[in-house]
């Protein structure tokens, strides 16, 4: 959800008529899209401010702004902690962002805009998309529930749903741009339709999406258990461009610490859901999250998640070890857990999940993938003269290309299973076939656009203004 922010931030910027900073220069204006989920998301701001604060001194043209859930629950303590911030926006205001800006610099003082609610929807905002034919698209933003963990539903506010005319909309005019693939987003992304009270809406918005011409891949992120109906698996199942991949946060095997997770489902729920989603599409995969040493969690309590991730075979469980959010019922339960027992615990899911990551990649050796060309790197593909994509169930796949002859992020490539590992499958073997498609073409329109001038995608990093100063 933030990543697509940042895209509205730079697109709302880019027709405000700032120009992205060309690699190697200094760039006049700093965004931080903040994130509060994160751990020690407040250490790594304000240490970032700082070390931008002695150009701010030199520079008073420079200007720095604070968006995000960070700027969301801190509001105007981030102009005490640092004066020099130009500007703080609310999750709400990315909208206002260029017209702070312009008034931060007319009256020469920190602006902050923090609103509690949603006036517009962020999507209606301009974006500058990060790939040329892969791209997010929100339906809803907020959360109606309440894990004790969590803080979005205290910074992102109550569900908001957008119109299903207006998502269809975005989609058909992305395909348009040369888009294939889209990723439905929501925090809770099929209770769509619990503000105009159609529990199905999100089935029927599957459906739709499937009748869009030209639209090759749909994805969503990311479902709860909770609101996971029938009709949701079967509009995966009949709707031939929905990828035949679910991803679905379990956080825990134990029904005890789901209870105090406040997580209205229970562990058998969740094995009924992919059992329903295995027997309906066949030759799907899981992903997962899970935290590890939620307050409270025994011994027996971590042996369920074990349970549950056996039981599962997820292809992937994104595992986080947990750790408190300021402001959350979590944060002051009782039975908080040490590090070094989080840490045991961590490991043990992270070994045993390699081992069946593993074994559920090996499924698909010797069998014959499409793999859509990703706009990254893995780490040896120059070296090795082989390229990185996903399949539809969504497995990284690194292939062989010809040099000569590769294909175009965007293109779509079949190539032989070769290998398996936890993290990856590899095609060791030229690929069998290319096929051009229009994110193909629409890659190569925006690497001809940008040609060799260097320009950044999205906003600097860090790394990047370290390394120039
Ligand atoms: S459903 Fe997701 S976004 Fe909503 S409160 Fe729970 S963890 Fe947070």
Redesign the pocket.
Known sequence: MNAHDTERISGLLLEAGYVQALEGSDPDLVVFNTCAVRENADNKLYGNLSFLAPRKKSDPNFQIAVGGCMAQKDQDSIIKRAPYVDVVFGTHNIGSLPTLLERARIEEESQVEIKESLEHFPSTLPARRHSAFSAWVSVSVG?N???TF?I??SLRGVEKDRPAQDILSEVRALVDQGVIEITLLG??VNAYGVEFGDKFAFGKLLRECGKVDGLERVRFMSP?PRDFTDDVIEAMAQTPNVMPHLHMPLQSGSDRILQSMRRSYRSDKYLGIIEKVRTAIPNSTITTDIIVGFPGESDEDFQATMDIARQAKFLAAYTFQYSKRPGTPAATMDGQISDSVMKERYDALHKLQQEISHEVNSQVVGTEQEILVADYEGRHDGEQSRMTGRTKDFRLAHFMVDPANAPRPGDAVVSKITKASPNFILAEELHISIRKTKGGDATQARTQEVGSKGIMVGMPTLAQLKARS
């Open positions: 959360c529930n309440t894990c969590c979005v539903p925090q809770n709860h």
